[in-house]
């Protein structure tokens, strides 16, 4: 036990004293998916064992993602498919951030045309939303745009005709594209948005998911935590770390996925640690608790 207690103090030697005392607090690790814990569809071979030293050290986690074209059972079945075991629990999306927004803040919208996946669409309607067919005589009270693969461009431009009618316009995400395994590059919610501004010269009201602190607050109720007993990881600066320091939490940049030492040195925004991996992080969390 004396040697185990070397060897976590020569991983926390360079560590400064108030980082260590805020990795003491952590109870609750949220992960960011693609580009965190698997990229595309390869899961990084480190990732099982650092979700096992958690559960082995009683730190809990979950699940966030700003990809909102899949619904919690399909990333059930995703992570389960890659050996990783999850419940809808331990899942929460910018789909279901989104779905609370509009409940909470607009609690008389029901009428959505939504431009998403089947399975996005599918999660608004099994929360008791309506979505509206293509037809100018089917008029919505909201438009949601999010990362929408399937998109078709007489939705796209039907979705541009009820923003410019001054509807209530919410986004799911911020994110310009989707990390893939692939030679090739997946437009996400943002980019869609900006065509959607080009056309009509209108922004979306308010714009989910992360950095939008509200994407933890699942999770605070869940768990019964507090900002600072949660640490949030992920591979993207402006809208992982930035969610982390919007919502009080400790921000954890790893380099696995886009983001690299040449973006921190650009970025106004500051993580709280930086790791190579999700592994690494674990190994200097796991350290500063075992101490």
């Not at 929460?92 to 431009?115: E, G, M, N, Q």
């Not at 919610?189 to 065509?195: D, E, L, N, Q, V």
């Amino acid at each position: 036990m004396q040697e185990e207690n070397k060897s976590y103090e020569g991983i926390i030697s360079d560590v400064s004293p108030e980082l260590i005392e805020r990795l003491k607090k952590i109870k609750h690790v949220a992960l960011d998916m693609d580009g965190t814990i698997y990229n595309g569809s390869t899961l990084f071979p480190y990732t099982p064992g650092f979700l096992q030293s958690l559960k082995s050290a009683g730190i809990s986690y979950s699940f966030l993602t700003n990809n909102p074209s899949k619904g919690i059972g399909d990333y059930l079945k995703h992570l389960e498919k890659m050996g990783i075991p999850a419940v809808a629990e331990e899942m929460y999306t910018s789909a279901l951030a989104t779905i609370d927004y509009l409940k909470s803040y607009h609690p008389l919208v029901k009428r959505l045309f939504i431009l998403g996946t089947p399975s996005m669409i599918g999660e608004f309607e099994a929360n008791g939303f309506i979505s509206t067919a293509d037809d100018a005589n089917d008029k919505p009270d909201a438009v949601v745009v999010g990362f929408d693969s399937t998109l078709v461009y007489s939705r796209l431009c039907r979705a541009a005709w009820w923003v410019s009618q001054q509807l209530p316009y919410v986004a799911t995400n911020p994110d310009w594209v989707c990390p893939t395994d692939q030679p090739v590059i997946l437009v996400d919610c943002g980019a869609i948005c900006a065509c959607i501004e080009g056309a009509t010269k209108r922004l979306p009201d308010i714009v989910l998911g992360k950095p939008d602190p509200r994407m933890l607050d699942g999770i605070l109720h869940r768990q019964g935590l507090q900002p600072e007993e949660i640490a949030m990881v992920g591979d993207r600066l402006y809208t992982d770390v930035k969610m982390a320091l919007n919502a009080n939490a400790l921000g954890v940049l790893v380099l696995s996925g886009e983001a690299t030492m040449e973006d921190v040195a650009a970025s106004e925004v500051g993580a709280d640690v930086i790791a190579d991996n999700v592994a690494k992080f674990g190994d200097l969390l796991l350290a500063v608790q075992k101490v």
